[in-house]
């Protein structure tokens, strides 16, 4: 048992290395995305036949593809168009691209869910259909959508580990280093399983607590219908 | 000796006792009413006899055997007992054919053309041959009422009981499914939780009243109508019979 | 011409789709079977048994998938159970599967009213053939929505196999990259339209299937 334990404390340093982009790549993602996601989705319900359609598009695309496929395309294929990515870049504009679809779907989702006499009311006190949404449709909107950001959350966790399909040295790619160096598969993996279990389990915590501090009566938020349903 | 016996049933749900000790018999082919107060624990006792709810203590027996004993295989039993529901509870993926021969097929085991047969024969005892290839969602409530007894005659039971049959229908269907009941008494032991009183009045060989989770009264229904023993059980019927009237 | 040495490569793609939908098919029948098991033990069974499987659920849906390969096709090396990589990929993509497809599973079982069993049990059925002729087929009625969510989810997935080197969709065009250097954007992007047909047929073809199942008057919206 020792043996393993100063396994572990040895592995550490690189293991806090590889957390740290993962970490990078999560937050990154899943932030950006929301704002892609965000545009997506009001041009869906709020835009012309046009932007509509462009939206749809990249969202059906991007989800009907996997990340992987998206991920190859940004770092092999667009080099030879002269676009250069390092495999970090690349990473981080693919997750980005990939989770704002889906976050696009489930934005939509909420913003439809809420219903028309909202959209009514503002419009009758005088408020433009910008300041409508602002002000009025998406506070709303954006508190139903957080038990699904949170499913997202995790996903985004989890899928940062392709990264390591293109060299990015995260939590993954940091252990399949030690493996090739040590050989000790089972225990090496078996310590990035348990981390990446605990990681999911405390983020599930935090964004509950924080979905409860910012709960308003009345305003449901749809449980368990996930990000990632096609 | 009875064909059904209940002894002193006592059930508690969530702390609060319902069933008191309630204890009574019936024979074959006999037609009990039992009446009462809502929330007196009549569902329950139903619940209690085919053990969908088995009682806290108490026992019940059926054809000089005790179902409530820990050797008794209850699916055997159930086969012998009927069960017909407040909200139908047909199965919502068969058709009215199926839903009436499932039991025959599956539990007691008839090979499939035969117990198709019955269960057409089923159907059309309680006038729905025409409806056997629909589904449940396509049926009036009436009619998926009726299904439902034909479902529970066809695996000819010993004794059918009938927890609130018409109460989730609308008034005008509520004389069809009565009129299918009033054709079983005597052929089948029935014992019907009901308001209906024009049913209780006119085809019970016996009315029983609970009130508080016991029994308070119980007599046949000419008595017990016009000259019943206890205050509580004259007020209730007299309230009761003004209200939901005869037939 | 580019275009010449793109069809040239066309036979190496098709090996490498037909290993991916090998994947897909082998791992979905896994999922399934053993995602209906885990719901009905943890909705119908002992509390232990349920006890356990909510382990086994949170487990598989709390790891990535990439670390679940590498522990099936390494990890298990070690201790001496060799598993060549494609069993691998199918095992780890059908067990992590199963555990998704086991919520889709309660959800439905869920969502059927208790009514139905007590029907059952009335009939005399034990909760075995309840379950068997009642309440499993309005079940898997109910999941299609979900499981064809499920079904594109791991269509997606398989190109993770490219991680141990199954030789998919994915290593394929990652071979013909490295032969001809130039294909490298046509290849990708081929294979990208290649994924995103079988997606949209799979969808419309289980939007078919979930329509012709409706059982009458039942909602399937359950699972959206």
């Given amino acids: 048992m020792t043996d393993f334990y100063q396994f572990f404390l040895q592995s550490l340093p690189n293991l806090l290395n590889g957390l740290g982009n993962t970490f990078l790549l999560t937050f990154v993602a899943i932030t950006v995305g929301f704002f892609i996601g965000l545009f997506l989705a009001l041009g869906r319900v709020y835009g012309t036949k046009a932007i509509n359609l462009f939206c749809l598009g990249y969202i059906e695309i991007i989800r009907g593809t996997p990340l992987l496929v998206q991920l190859f395309i940004i770092y092999f294929g667009l080099p030879s168009v002269g676009i250069l990515f390092t495999p970090l870049q690349a990473a981080l504009l693919g997750l980005a691209i990939n989770s704002g679809a889906y976050q696009a779907e489930y934005l939509r989702g909420s913003i439809q869910s809420i219903e028309s006499g909202q959209m009514t009311a503002a419009r009758s006190l005088g408020m433009s259909k910008l300041q409508s949404i602002q002000h009025v449709i998406l506070p709303q909107a954006l508190r139903v959508s957080i038990p699904a950001w949170s499913n997202e959350f995790i996903y985004l966790l989890q899928y940062s580990s392709i990264a390591y399909l293109i060299t990015v040295s995260e939590l993954t790619a940091e252990g399949k280093f030690i493996a090739a160096h040590t050989f000790r598969y089972l225990e090496i993996f078996a310590i990035i399983a348990i981390i990446y279990l605990v990681l999911t389990i405390i983020s599930t915590e935090i964004i509950d607590r924080i979905a409860k501090r910012l709960s308003i009566p009345g305003i449901g938020a749809a449980k368990g219908v996930g990000l990632r349903d096609v | ?247 | 011409m580019a275009l010449e040495t793109l069809i040239e490569s066309l036979p190496q793609l098709f090996n490498g789709l037909a290993v991916t939908l090998g994947l897909t098919a082998l791992a979905i029948i896994l999922g399934t079977i053993l995602g209906i098991l885990l719901a009905t033990g943890r909705s119908y069974g002992a509390r232990p048994l349920a006890y356990l499987i909510l382990i086994y659920e949170k487990i598989l849906r709390g790891i990535p998938l990439l670390v679940l390969f590498f522990l099936i096709y390494f990890g298990l090396s070690q201790i001496g159970i060799n598993f060549d990589a494609f069993t691998s990929a199918v095992i780890g993509l059908g067990l992590r599967s199963a555990a998704y497809q086991a919520q889709i599973y309660r959800g439905s079982i869920n969502s059927i009213p208790v009514g139905q069993i007590n029907a059952a049990f009335s009939l005399g059925m034990s909760k075995l053939k309840a379950i068997r002729y009642v309440i499993l087929p309005q079940m898997l009625r109910l999941s299609i929505p979900g499981w064809s969510n499920e079904f594109t989810i791991l269509l997606k997935d398989t190109s993770l196999a490219f991680g141990i080197g199954v030789i998919e969709l994915m290593r394929q065009g990652r071979y013909i990259q490295i032969r001809d250097p130039d294909l490298v954007l046509p290849v990708f992007l081929l294979i990208a339209v290649i994924y995103f047909i079988l997606v949209f047929t799979a969808n419309k073809t289980l939007r078919y299937v979930e329509k012709k199942y409706q059982m009458a008057g039942l909602q399937a919206e359950a699972q959206r």
């Fill in chain 2, 1 to 247: 000796m009875p064909m059904l016996e209940v002894k002193d049933i006592h059930k508690s749900y969530c702390k609060v006792e319902i069933l008191k000790g309630v204890s009574f018999a019936m024979e074959k082919e006999q037609t009990k009413v039992i009446i009462g107060p809502s929330g007196t624990g009549k569902s329950t006792l139903l619940r209690c006899i085919n053990q969908l709810s088995p009682p806290d203590k108490g026992e019940v027996w059926l054809d000089g055997e005790e179902i409530t004993s820990r050797k008794t295989d209850i699916n055997v039993v159930r086969e012998k007992i009927g069960f017909v529901f407040q909200e139908f509870n047909l199965f919502t993926h068969l058709t009215a054919l199926r839903n009436v021969s499932i039991g025959l097929e599956k539990v007691k085991k008839i090979e499939k053309e035969a117990a198709r047969k019955r269960a057409m024969e089923e159907l059309q005892r309680v006038g729905l041959e025409k409806q056997a290839e629909q589904y449940p969602a396509q049926l009036s409530g009436g009619q998926k009422q009726r299904v439902g007894i034909a479902r529970a005659l066809a695996m000819d039971p010993d004794i059918i009981l009938f927890d609130e049959p018409t109460s989730a229908l609308d008034p005008e269907l509520i004389g069809d499914v009565l009129d299918v009941m009033k054709s079983l008494a005597g052929k089948v032991a029935m014992l019907v939780v009901t308001h209906e009183m024009g049913f209780a009045r006119n085809v019970a060989d016996e009315i029983i009243f609970m009130e508080g989770g016991v029994i308070v009264e119980q007599g046949p229904p000419k008595e017990m109508f016009t000259n019943a023993k206890t205050q509580r059980a004259r007020e209730f019927l007299g309230r009761i019979g003004a209200l939901y009237g005869g037939d």
